[in-house]
């Protein structure tokens, strides 16, 4: 076992009630792009903004449309040797809850049932009106069927079921309201701008309390809605190791920091703990 994942295996073990937090690193080996470069510094143009979303028909069309040519990478994508590693650990009783910032659901799709997607799914679709939720996959459907000429588009993949598509007029793209009640359709993420609803908040500050510490995998905790947990965890005096390449906000909180993919370091991790007493493997 060499030194980075014996260090997280005594983590692990001294802590056996982990509260984990993941970020896009996890999603990357699954061809999800992430937004930041290794020193935590948008790679892109920030993402759109909930005002900008909610506030402008130019930007709602070009929303859609950039979704509509992204949504294939997002919805083919499946999960990496990171998700399937932390739902091994979960499956252990190592982890007393996965709270992710991703919005792609391959958590879940690998097996975590302890897991709570703080910035929403975006897989599903929200209306601002009547709140009904619907698929993603079915929006598709009509996205395509009422913009035909853009469904032959292709582009380089973007975070979030996004696609760099750009430098075209989007005024003509079609944009289909609530067939219910004519509300706004919003992907039933969390916007840039937006508040984290607060039941969420409050069932991952739950399980951080009844946590031994945590642990963060693949984030650069850029975002303040991630980066509180951090904070909270530390100021409860609860320990925080972090599997990162790059530089994350909290360096100077950590416990330990493992500098290496995140994929590669947490199957290494899952495959060298000792099993629990009491859990088969
Ligand atoms: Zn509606």
Redesign the pocket.
């Known amino acids: 076992m060499d030194a980075d994942t014996a260090a997280l295996a005594d983590f692990a073990t001294r802590h056996p009630r982990l509260f984990v937090l993941t970020g896009a690193g996890c999603s990357t080996d699954s061809g999800i792009p992430d937004y930041r470069d290794v020193n935590g510094e948008w790679k892109r143009p920030s993402p759109v903004t909930f005002q900008a979303f909610t506030g402008e028909d130019a930007t709602r069309r070009r929303y859609w449309a950039r979704s509509l040519v992204g949504w294939p990478t997002m919805a083919q994508a499946r999960p990496g040797a990171a998700h399937r590693a932390l739902a091994r650990l979960e499956s252990e009783g190592r982890i007393g809850l996965l709270l992710t910032q991703n919005v792609d659901g391959l958590h879940e799709a690998a097996g975590s049932t302890r897991a709570i997607d703080l910035h929403g799914r975006i897989d599903t679709v929200r209306?601002?009106?009547?709140?009904?939720r619907t698929p993603r996959a079915a929006l598709q459907q009509e996205l395509r069927r009422r913009n035909p000429s853009w469904a032959a588009l292709e582009a380089r993949a973007a975070p979030d079921g996004d696609a760099d598509l750009d430098n075209i007029d989007f005024s003509t793209f079609d944009v289909p309201?609530?067939?219910?009640?004519?509300?706004m359709?919003k992907p039933d993420v969390v916007f840039f701008g937006e508040s984290v609803p607060r039941d969420r908040v409050a069932a991952a500050f739950a399980a951080l309390a009844d946590a031994d510490a945590v642990l963060v995998a693949g984030s650069s905790l850029m975002v303040y809605s991630g980066f509180r947990f951090v904070q909270a965890a530390v100021a409860a005096g609860k320990p925080v190791a972090a599997v990162n390449l790059g530089r994350t906000r909290a360096d100077d909180l950590l416990t330990l920091k493992v500098a290496r993919p995140v994929g590669e370091a947490l199957e290494a991790l899952a495959s060298g703990l000792a099993p629990l007493p009491g859990v088969g493997r």
């Not at 309201?177 to 509300?183: E, Q, T, W, Y």
């Open positions: 209306c601002m009106g009547c709140e009904t309201d609530c067939p219910r009640c004519g509300g359709l």
